[in-house]
């Protein structure tokens, strides 16, 4: 059972998705939602380019003074614009049937933040892309590759647009973070009646597939429809093909593990699924 959840919000355009699944989320059982803006360097910072050069006394003095003014109000105005991005937040995430719903504005580095807030937190939303990524789509948001590489609570990358989740493709194989994914949703009221597939990448034998069959087992005990398979070929594209293939609403997986499909989180290959993939990705460590 989720008791807390931190969504991080922005000015981006997967803000208004990062909310919507948070406020899905914080809708079953009386789960909090916190939303979150941090405001860093680049936009909270007055720019500090030395405008008045050589000019003499009196004049230079009076620029700066109004120079420090420009700057408090820039201040004032990337902070008001800072609440009401929340409080938009606020009310979609209320939309989406959340109840007990809080906001916070801060003034820092994403991850120092994070590090701060998420020991109480069981799961933390984040958009796939943000408000300086919309020019380059093939990159991901910077904050979201250094969210998930610091942070030990799982992560929901929230795709460009919610759509109601009724079928998850996890992706298993035996590691330990993956078995954890299994274990969070036998325990969440979230899951509740809905569909699962179980693949696993790699060679069918009785020993690499025991993990597997442990899980499908789990999930069925818990009263989940689950079913399970083994393919064979490169992680990545597997993946991506059975989510594109079966239209799956959510990608389960883990993102650390013993095999190759390790490489699919905090590496290249990581970047390129989830930059590809359309649907949210809930990654467990």
């Not at 208004?16 to 910072?45: K, N, P, Y």
């Not at 799961?123 to 979201?144: A, C, D, P, T, Y």
């Not at 442990?214 to 989940?224: D, I, N, P, T």
Request: with cysteine; charged share 25%; proline share 2%.
């Amino acid at each position: 059972m989720m008791n807390r959840i931190i969504a991080l919000i922005d000015g981006s355009g997967y803000a208004q998705s990062v909310c919507d699944h948070a406020g899905w989320i914080a809708s079953f059982g009386e789960t909090s939602l916190m939303l979150l803006h941090v405001l860093g360097r680049r936009e909270a910072a007055a720019d500090n380019t030395d405008l008045s050069g050589s000019i003499g006394l009196g004049a230079r003095s009076a620029l700066l003074e109004e120079l420090a003014e420009l700057d408090g109000q820039k201040a004032r105005l990337v902070n008001k614009r800072g609440r009401a991005i929340l409080e938009d937040a606020q009310a979609r995430a209320a939309k989406m049937g959340a109840v007990n719903v809080t906001s916070m504005l801060r003034h820092g580095q994403l991850v120092a933040t994070m590090e701060e807030l998420e020991d109480d937190a069981d799961l933390i939303v984040i958009g796939k892309r943000g408000e300086q990524s919309h020019l380059n789509m093939e990159h991901l948001g910077s904050n979201l590759e250094r969210v998930v590489r610091s942070t030990k609570k799982p992560v929901l990358v929230a795709s460009r647009e919610f759509k109601p989740v009724k079928k998850i493709l996890i992706a298993f194989d035996g590691g330990s973070s993956a078995i954890k994914a299994v274990e969070h949703i036998v325990r969440s009221e979230m899951f509740k009646g809905l569909e699962f597939q179980l693949i696993q990448v790699g060679a069918e034998s009785n020993l690499n597939c025991k993990p597997l069959w442990g899980a499908v087992a789990a999930l069925r005990e818990a009263g989940f429809n689950a079913e399970s398979e083994v393919i064979s070929g490169q992680p990545d594209t597997v993946i991506s093909e059975a989510v594109d293939k079966d239209n799956y609403d959510l990608l389960v997986m883990g993102a650390y593990g013993h095999s190759r499909i390790r490489n699919l989180i905090i590496g290249s290959t990581t970047t390129q699924m989830i930059g590809s993939c359309k649907v949210p990705i809930m990654l467990f460590r």
